[in-house]
């Protein structure tokens, strides 16, 4: 798999790069901003891009908004952002799309999970932090506009944000896939989510939870 | 104009040298004439010249004032009066001068004459005469009151007491009546200048009654002295001295340097002298009397009581009488100061601001223009009542405030005389309290501006600095740390051994959990939710929270102190409730009302909390951005924290 990495912490980058191609990807361009990243994206024409949300020039959220950019230009290019801590401006409207991931940092030390997660991303799925995962769907957060999910709703909810399978969920909550079937059923009903077979209906599920409107939706 | 000085000049030519005649013949007559020319009285007739050289000045100071001449027709009036009486008795003697019959004829009714050079000064003083007829009419009466005396009594023996036979008699009788008429009009001439005369002319007019009035003491102290048996030149002395020399001394200084002294001052200071010498003498003498006839004891202790009495009563009794006389002597001084002394009283009874000193100065000195300045510590210039900079134009009359040697601010006349300013120093000097009030209230003012200021930049300089350490945390150290775990990562993909493979896994655990401290450290310095806003970053703490935290958020202005500082006193108060209240349900409500941003925390725990107990870092911290911290915690009825900010 061909990846562009834009980050620009110079130690980060080195590492990830060595993490991705001792996992037997080629790292085509490493960039430092999201000028540089806009550029090289356009010339390399990557699978994935890994992508830093907060980068120079400005130190905010560049790297997200040269994302979205590269979207418009190239729609359906995988995008995979990474930040240091949970940032969600300008990333929600990116996850509804597909082919999108948000992780924090550190779940590179979580080799497994991260390059599971490059996978995912670049075969056009997604990809939520489950700390991401955590703060968005606080049962806290819900106002009385909302419907109330009940607690294992609410698990499985995250767990599919976070972009696993029916099986990786059924796998996790050691239950059957049947029952995380009907649960996400559950969920979509209440949450009004059309039962149309896209693979994204998990993420734009948790949006709508969030009190945000996808497109289309 | 110059015509005008001119005749005023030729006048004193005039005078002065009828005077200089006059007083040669009585010279003469005193040396060379015969013997009952009494010759005591001349070493007083040299006072005569003394009207006429002040005229002279007046002349020279004031070319155009009447008063000049005035005086100088006092003296001649007075010494030629005396040279025609002079020159008449030498008829009696061995050798009669030449005409001296006929100077003999007219001496004993030419006496009325020598008013006339006061009734001229009286009816001129200060401006010339007073327009109308009525003034007119008393102007041509005096001399015509004295003509007909004059006549009345011509030819008459001097020495003789019985009235002048014939048509005479009803003729002096109408003549004096007529001297009466005419001097009383002239003193009403006095008194109306005086009601509706100027600043100015009131200000002339105080002198020559000062003058005035010591006239009548000393012709008072005059007759006591006769009666010792003093003889009569040296008794009558001080009086000749008081109306020729006092008087127009008086006149003198009222047209030429009426300023030179606080004139009202020493009005009121020498009536009320002579008042208290006449009460207590009064005193002494009744005290006297009551134990000389009441208990008949020894003379010497009568007096000895008496003395002590009277020196007992003599300082408080010249007080009161001073505050008295000074009230009708000047009464706009008394008014003004009674004015200003109210307003201290206000001021010290909390009914007045002493800000409004200036208004009250302006209306106590009557002059609606001045403006009352202020020197405040650390504030160049000058400066208004309302601390704005009030730059004192040059040339500009005023007068200035002390304490000790510093100035501490500046009275601005518009209306300026020597009188004037002295009225507005005593004014000013009577407000000290409410001024120094004022300018300490500016002063403070000015300092706590000052701490406001420069605590507002220390917090936002703290906010900076909680954001940079914050940055630093996550761009810096995180960064680092994280780079080490990738390394270590990579070392494992390249280690068959299992053994190894696990304790490198195991490094990587403790990194991993380094960068989630790090991250926890860094989120207690400041929230980097808080860059999605107050809401997002309070919902966060929501989700981190043990027991259940009800979040309503209004949209707030983006100001990074204020979210930054709700957020801290919210999350504080929030972790208190869980800590301390053994809450079980905490709820967070942030509101905009009115430009201020209300946090309120409320929980459902054991409450109690003490007004000072362990709040004090939530105090600061709210009154550090210049907000204000209320807290209600009954016992078991719950807490609620509620933070303006």
């Known amino acids: 798999m061909r990846v562009l990495v834009a ?108 390059l599971d997660a490059v996978r995912r991303v670049a075969a056009g799925g997604s990809a939520l932090d489950p700390e991401i995962v955590k703060a968005l769907v606080s049962p806290l957060r819900d106002g009385p506009r909302l419907p109330m999910l009940s607690p294992r709703e609410l698990e499985v909810l995250s767990l599919a944000a976070e972009g696993h399978s029916n099986a990786g969920i059924a796998r996790r909550l050691v239950v059957s896939e049947r029952t995380v079937e009907t649960h996400m059923r559950g969920v979509f009903f209440k949450l009004g989510i059309a039962d149309a077979d896209t693979s994204h209906r998990r993420v734009t599920a948790v949006l709508v939870y969030l009190g945000r409107t996808p497109p289309g939706a | 104009m110059r015509a005008v000085t001119r005749a005023a000049g030729r006048v004193w030519v005039g005078s002065a040298t009828l005077v200089a005649v006059a007083a040669a013949v009585v010279i003469a007559a005193a040396v060379l004439g015969p013997a009952g020319v009494v010759a005591e009285w001349e070493a007083v007739g040299a006072l005569d010249l003394v009207p006429v050289a002040l005229g002279w000045l007046v002349l020279r100071g004031a070319p155009t004032s009447p008063v000049g001449p005035a005086l100088a027709w006092m003296g001649t009036a ?66 015509a009151a004295a003509l007909m005396i004059n006549i009345a009594l011509a030819g008459s023996d001097p020495r003789a007491q019985e009235m002048p036979a014939g048509w005479r008699t009803p003729m002096l009788l109408v ?33 020559v ?21 003093v003889p009569g030149p040296i008794a009558y002395g001080g009086f000749l001295i008081g109306i020729l020399v006092l008087v127009p001394a008086a006149v003198t200084l009222a047209v030429l340097r009426h300023d030179l002294l606080d004139i009202e001052q020493l009005i009121s200071s020498t009536v009320a002298v002579l008042l208290t010498a006449v009460a207590s003498a009064g005193l002494f003498a009744t005290v006297v009397w009551v134990l000389g006839s009441g208990l008949a004891g020894p003379s010497g202790l009568g007096a000895t009581a008496a003395s002590f009495v009277t020196a007992l009563c003599l300082l408080p009794l010249y007080h009161r009488l001073h505050g008295v006389v000074s009230r009708v002597t000047d009464r706009e001084r008394t008014v003004m100061l009674a004015a200003v002394r109210e307003f201290v009283e206000q001021v010290r009874d909390g009914a007045a601001a002493p800000e409004q000193v200036e208004d009250v100065l302006r209306v106590a000195i009557a002059d609606p223009g001045a403006r009352l300045t202020l020197v405040v510590p650390g504030t160049p210039g000058h400066v ?9 134009a040059t040339g500009t009359e005023h007068v200035s405030l002390r304490t000790h040697d510093a100035e501490v601010g500046v009275l601005v006349l518009t209306r300026a005389s020597s009188r004037r300013r002295r009225l507005a ?31 507002s930049r220390l917090v936002a300089a703290v906010v900076d600095e909680r954001r940079r350490l914050e940055q630093d945390l996550h761009d810096g150290a995180q960064q680092s740390v994280l780079a080490i775990g990738m390394r270590l990562q990579s070392l494992r993909h390249r280690l068959t051994d299992p053994l190894l493979q696990a304790e490198v896994d195991s490094a990587v655990r403790a990194v991993a959990d380094s960068v989630v401290e790090l991250r926890r450290i860094a989120h207690g310095v400041r929230p980097r939710r808080l860059d999605d806003g107050l809401a997002a970053a309070l919902h966060e703490l929501a989700s981190d929270s043990p027991v259940p935290l009800d979040v309503v958020v209004a949209d707030l202005p983006p100001d990074d102190m204020l979210v930054t500082t709700a957020y801290l006193v919210a999350a504080e108060a929030v972790a208190n409730a869980w800590k301390h209240a053994r809450a079980q349900r905490v709820a967070v409500t942030v509101q905009r009302c009115g430009g201020r941003t209300r946090v309120e925390i409320t929980d459902d725990g054991i409450g109690g909390v003490g007004p000072a107990a362990s709040l004090t870092a939530l105090h600061d911290r709210v009154a550090s951005v210049g907000g204000e911290l209320d807290v209600v915690s009954p016992v078991g009825g719950g807490t609620r924290v509620t933070a303006v900010i």
């Not at chain 1, 230009?73 to 082919?99: F, M, N, Y």
């Open chain 2, 175 to 207: 003549g004096l009546l007529l001297l009466l008429v005419a001097l009383g009009g002239a003193v009403a001439c006095l008194v109306v200048r005086f009601r509706r005369g100027d600043e100015l002319t009131r200000l002339q007019l105080r002198w």
């Open chain 1, 7 to 114: 980050e620009d912490s110079v130690l980060f980058r080195e590492g990830l790069t060595r993490l991705l191609r001792e996992a037997g990807h080629e790292v085509v361009a490493e960039v430092g901003d999201a000028d540089a990243l806009m550029a090289s994206a356009r010339a390399t024409r990557p699978d994935l891009c890994v992508v830093d949300i907060r980068m120079p020039p400005r130190m905010d959220s560049d790297g997200a908004l040269a994302a979205r950019a590269l979207r418009q230009e190239v729609p359906g290019l995988p995008i995979l952002l990474l930040s240091q801590h949970i940032e969600t401006r300008h990333v929600l409207d990116l996850l509804t799309e597909g082919a999108c991931g948000y992780l924090l940092k550190d779940r590179v030390l979580h080799l497994e999970d991260f």
């Open chain 2, 425 to 455: 120093t005593e004014a000013a000097r009577a407000a000290r309290l409410p001024i120094e009030v004022s300018r300490l209230r500016l002063e403070l003012r000015a300092a706590l501006e000052d701490v406001t200021a420069s605590r």
């Open chain 2, 209 to 229: 009654l000062l003058a005035a009035a010591s006239v009548p003491v000393l012709l008072a102290v005059s007759w006591v002295v006769v009666d010792l048996g």
């Open chain 2, 384 to 392: 208004d009542l309302r601390g704005e900079p009030a730059p004192i």
């Open chain 2, 78 to 143: 007075t010494v030629t009066v005396r040279a025609v009486e002079v020159w008449g008795l030498t008829a009696a003697g061995p050798g009669p001068w030449w005409g001296s019959h006929v100077a003999a004829f007219v001496g004993p009714g030419v006496w009325p004459w020598q008013l006339m050079g006061f009734f001229a000064l009286v009816l001129l003083f200060p401006k010339g005469l007073a327009p109308g007829r009525v003034w007119l009419a008393v102007a041509v009466l005096g001399p």
